[in-house]
């Protein structure tokens, strides 16, 4: 009995009861269904078609009023982290699947590790290719390999581009270099126990000694986003943040990877899984970290251009994520989400010991594009320059 007697009596009542409880529920049903948005689908990685940007088709694939930058003209200018490697891959990728022309250097990922941009330098063929072309011939769509940044050089060879970069906290910056480098050899500093902490006692006499990739070491992302001055006075240094604040469209800021991307994402008009990638390897050993809160403030100090310019643009980036909207916090869960699901898919579980990371064997089309490195990237793309 499930109508109160107060209201009716009797076996018909009941019946009634009942048809209303069902059609409630049926409609309930229905409603849930058809008002509730669409589950993001599993398979949404399928094979890796390549389809020329235009800006029409460009926007056809957009939002209205979202991509405000182009995206069939990028350059990424390399600093030396892994967040920002992780990047031009993406860059890569991407290029590869809307057949967009790299400018690249000799050696394909580098043009110079050290030397500013000019538009004469090198060919922006592979070696393998007998038939070398100056820059000043054609103009690109991207640029990605590493080269310090000069824009104006750069505007002549990829012309109208828009401009992003990735730069990594400063401490973490040193690290990183220190070890890829292997400065501790470099310098014979490498029997001390903690090779880092050791250098980071006397920094300018190791600097002066001009060793192999010296130059990162020394506020080395600021040096790979063109500046010059090494006396780092404090006025030249933040005229030189206004100068990139004004060149670069955006700076991703490597610690907040996954923030960074969705602003990317919605300021090119990309798609989901353009901004997919695998897990970042810890590379750091134990001895190459600092250890103590002291050593990382002299690092910082050490680093102090660095710094500043890290401090300038994790602002910009917490106030283009202000700008972007109460919808951020469900798409950086969008994205962590099909991320991680994306790697469940790929990858075979790491255990703790070994950080490797191993595709499964039956892994799909797509996980085997993401997981292809920048050398061979490079080669997939230099053959159709
Ligand atoms: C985009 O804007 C145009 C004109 O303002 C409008 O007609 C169209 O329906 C919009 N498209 C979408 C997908 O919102
Ligand atoms: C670049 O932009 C300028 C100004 O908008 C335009 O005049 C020029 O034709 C563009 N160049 C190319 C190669 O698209
Ligand atoms: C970056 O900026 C945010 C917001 O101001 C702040 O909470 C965070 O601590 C900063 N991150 C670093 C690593 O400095």
Known sequence: ???????????????????????????????????RPKQPERQQF??????????????????????????????ITRTHTQQCDIVATMVQRYGYKHQLSFAIGQDTSVISH??????????????????????????????????RFNKPEINAVVPNATYITVIVEPSYHLQYVFNLY??????????????????????????????????????????????????????????????????LDFVLIGEYLDESLVVLKKKLCLEWKDIMYLPIRNVIPENRRYTTETLRRQILDWNAADSLLYQHFNKTLWIEIGIYGP?????????????????????VARSAVNDDIKLKPNAGDFCNFLYRSEKELWKVLGNKQ
């Open 327 to 347: 919808s951020f916090q469900s798409d950086l869960f969008h994205h962590k989400t099909s991320k991680q699901r994306l790697w469940d898919d790929c990858l």
């Open 114 to 147: 050290d030397e500013k941009f000019r538009r004469n330098m090198g060919s922006v063929v592979p070696r393998h290719q007998p038939k070398a072309l100056q820059y000043t011939k054609k103009q690109y769509n991207v640029l990605a390999s590493y080269v």
């Open 182 to 247: 292997s400065v501790d050899r470099s310098l014979h500093i490498n029997k001390y126990r903690n090779p880092l902490e050791k250098f980071m006692e006397t920094p300018q006499m190791y600097i002066d000694k001009r060793f192999k990739f010296w130059f990162q070491l020394h506020n080395g992302q600021l040096f790979d986003l063109g500046f010059d001055d090494s006396e780092y006075r404090l006025d030249r240094v933040k005229q030189k943040i206004v100068e990139l604040e004004r060149e």
């Open 1 to 35: 009995m499930i109508w109160p007697e107060r209201y009716c009596r009797g076996r018909w009542c009941n019946i009634r009861a009942y048809v209303i409880l069902i059609v409630a529920i049926w409609l309930f049903v229905f409603l849930d269904t058809w008002i």
């Open 46 to 75: 399928g094979n890796i078609k390549t389809q020329r940007v235009t800006p029409t088709n460009k926007e056809m694939t957009c939002m209205n009023g979202t991509g405000e930058l182009s995206s069939s003209q990028l350059v």
